[in-house]
């Protein structure tokens, strides 16, 4: 009985120290290696200290910095109330209302006209007005970004075509061209407009 668990219990040993121990550590050291900023999360940091990553978007409030797009997180608190956690991290998901939904309607329309009393009258970007599907997106479309140009440019006084230039400079291009849409991080760009003289 001995002799037939001895092979049994030594496979199990190898591939326990095998897939559970060296796989992920060789796949950790090749990612270290081989993509050390994402494999670290992605973190941008400033003067050495995380100020957050470029996969996780962040809250900005103010008409000086640029605005991500809307989150739907929510989380609880310690009575048990549904309270809104944007972009929090620790959590992902959208609002799961339906195209017909009444409450989706009113949020929408509630940010369409915020949108519109920031940033003046004229079409809304569709990122603008609904959540993304994580709670989480990091970027704004280029439509976004230009669209509130002019209202950050004059919270901090500098000249509206400086700032669309560093948007433009900073966008990322749809791949091959094709595939996706032009689009900007806001955190970079934030930080960006931290960097610049204010003229």
Not at 10 to 38: D, R
Not at 158 to 178: Q, S, T, Y
Request: aromatic share 6%; glycine share 10%.
């Amino acid at each position: 009985m001995l002799r037939e668990l001895r092979p049994v219990v030594s496979l199990v040993i190898v591939f326990t120290l095998l897939l559970g121990l060296v796989a992920p550590l060789a796949l950790t050291a090749l990612a270290q290696l081989v993509f050390p900023f994402e494999a670290n999360g992605s973190l941008i940091r400033v003067h050495g200290k995380p100020v957050g990553s470029a996969l996780i978007g962040q809250e900005f409030r103010g008409p000086q910095w640029f605005h991500s797009r809307p989150s739907a997180l929510t989380g609880t608190n310690a009575k048990g109330q549904t309270i809104p956690t944007p972009y929090d991290a620790a959590e992902s998901g959208g609002s799961d209302l339906g195209p017909t939904s009444k409450v989706l309607i009113s949020h929408v329309a509630a940010r369409i006209e915020a949108y519109r009393k920031a940033y003046g009258p004229g079409p809304v970007p569709d990122d603008a007005a609904t959540s993304s599907g994580s709670g989480l997106d990091p970027d704004i479309s280029l439509a976004n970004a230009l669209r509130q140009v002019r209202a950050v440019a004059k919270a901090r006084g500098m000249k509206a075509a400086a700032v669309a230039r560093l948007v433009r400079r900073l966008a990322a291009r749809p791949a091959f061209g094709v595939i996706g849409t032009a689009h900007v991080d806001v955190l970079r760009l934030n930080l960006a407009l931290v960097k610049r003289p204010q003229a």
